[in-house]
Nanobody
Framework: QVQLVESGGGLVQAGDSLRLSCAASGRRTFTTYPMGWFRQAPGKEREFVAAISLSGGNTYYADSVKGRFTISRDIPKNTVYLQMNSLKPEDTAVYYC???????????????????WGQGTQVTVSS
């Protein structure tokens, strides 16, 4: 089993920054799998935010966060990060990290392509 634990969420004002962390542990760690971040706002479906390849060399972002968010990973630390800058009230959501099903070199944007999920961390941006 793989366990993913997110941290770093909180209450901030519009324009502020936050860095989320996702620490992975377990028998088969994330080091050889692509990873992703998703978010779910109240009353809305969970949506894709960002993804990173297993090597960390390739990344992909939702249009709504492109240019403001940066996904990265520290393989020796088994941790993936989401740096969020210029936060907006519409970024308010529970943020989840996830590990992809496939040990490929691709980047995945659909929830069905991930099979391990963290418990989520709340991000609230006030106007």
């Amino acid at each position: 089993q793989v366990q993913l634990v997110e941290s770093g969420g909180g209450l901030v004002q519009a324009g502020d920054s936050l860095r989320l962390s996702c620490a992975a542990s377990g028998r088969r760690t994330f080091t050889t799998y692509p990873m992703g971040w998703f978010r779910q706002a109240p009353g809305k479906e969970r949506e894709f935010v960002a993804a990173i390849s297993l090597s960390g060399g390739n990344t992909y972002y939702a249009d709504s966060v492109k240019g403001r968010f940066t996904i990265s990973r520290d393989i020796p630390k088994n941790t993936v990060y989401l740096q969020m800058n210029s936060l907006k009230p519409e970024d308010t959501a529970v943020y989840y990290c996830a590990r992809a099903r496939d040990r490929g070199s691709g980047i995945y944007t659909r929830m069905s392509q991930y099979n391990y999920w963290g418990q989520g961390t709340q991000v609230t941006v006030s106007s």
